[in-house]
């Protein structure tokens, strides 16, 4: 078995969770024994993560070639809204993008039951549809001191500091201006946001949150390493106030750093029980609570809750779904269980 996975435009996604997926995914892949190539008229497979032109081109080369295509969603029409600036004017755009990726597909796999919930309702495609999680490797994720000193050191805090993170684009969806607002309530708690947008495709609804952000916030931009590692593991908890996800890759990075989880009451968090590995809110007011709930009780069997959860989306069991997905598509017998 000989897979593609197509990679042009992941230089500009870097920062985004479909770049962060995209190495994911080649890792996961390797650790199975996956042969990967870069030469299309090799594959046996190809696997496409972006729905942009050039990727659709090299879908249509790849069939023209007898390639059996997967196609990864990670994008439906939900999480586009209420993103970037400009993003209803090329709402018609991105959706006829991601038509023409998901009706051509041969498979299509997405990163949870939520999302393939939503591509199944829009009707365009007839191939099979599978969720598995994005997933992540674990161990890079667990706790060491030398990177908690370098995020301390990268923000001017001690180890008596308390500090509360978000981490996503500066998008109007993912809560961003709600975890601003929710930092007013809490002077003696650090919050940090790591994440960027182009000050042009921010909306006002951000700049204006931006502007007015009281001292005790600070927005780093994108930061990557051991700084965020290091971020994960010290912080009292992880708020995460978005609005609409397919599934989130800094909830997972957050339960594998064994951090708290302050989440939206959305759908696709259904997965995860309020109390029992997450907190959820409805309104900042409840976050508020929340927040008062991690700094002042004992939430150790939650987080623990948590990891264990994730534990299973781990890289090397990610790789073996995806590969039992591969397998079915080239008739093999080897690893043709899926259900």
């Not at 696997?47 to 390639?67: C, E, I, P, W």
């Not at 549809?129 to 706790?143: F, H, M, P, T, V």
């Not at 001017?156 to 709600?178: A, C, Q, W």
């Not at 809490?186 to 952000?213: D, H, Q, Y």
């Amino acid at each position: 078995m000989k897979v593609l996975i197509y990679q042009k435009k992941q230089k500009m996604l870097s920062k985004s969770g479909i770049g962060t997926a995209f190495k994911q995914q080649r890792k996961a892949l390797t650790l199975n024994g996956v042969t990967l190539v870069d030469n299309l008229v090799e594959a046996d497979i190809v696997h496409y993560n972006t729905v942009f032109r050039d990727a659709y081109k090299s879908m249509k080369k790849a069939k023209k070639l007898g390639k059996h295509v997967v196609v990864h969603g990670h994008s439906t029409k939900e999480d586009y809204l209420n993103s970037f600036n400009f993003a209803p004017l090329l709402k018609r755009w991105f959706y006829r993008r991601l038509k023409l990726m998901y009706s051509s597909a041969d498979v299509i796999i997405t990163v949870s039951p939520y999302a393939k919930g939503l591509i199944n309702s829009y009707g365009w495609t007839k191939a099979p549809l599978y969720a598995i999680s994005n997933g992540l490797d674990i161990k890079e994720y667990q706790r060491d001191d030398k990177k908690v000193q370098q995020f301390l050191k990268h923000f001017n805090l001690t180890k008596e500091d308390k500090v509360i993170i978000g981490i996503g684009f500066l998008f109007p969806r993912k809560g961003v201006h709600d975890f601003i607002e929710i930092a007013k309530s809490f002077p003696e708690i650090t919050f940090i946001w790591f994440g960027t947008l182009n000050k042009l495709a921010r909306t006002r609804v951000i700049r204006k949150a931006i502007k007015n952000k009281p001292d005790n916030v600070i927005m780093p931009g994108y930061i990557k390493g051991d700084v965020i590692k290091g971020a994960l593991t010290f912080s009292k908890a992880l708020l995460f106030p978005s609005y609409e996800e397919t599934e989130g890759i800094v909830v997972l990075e957050a339960m594998a750093s064994k951090t708290p989880v302050l989440l939206r009451n959305i759908p696709v968090y259904d997965v995860f029980k309020d109390g029992r590995e997450v907190l959820k809110a409805n309104n900042n007011n409840e976050f508020i609570e929340n927040i008062k709930r991690v700094i002042s009780e004992d939430i150790d069997e939650m987080v623990d809750n948590a990891y264990q959860s994730v534990i299973k989306k781990d890289l090397k069991e990610v790789g073996k779904e995806i590969k039992k997905v591969y397998n079915n598509l080239l008739g093999s017998s080897d690893e043709n269980d899926l259900s």
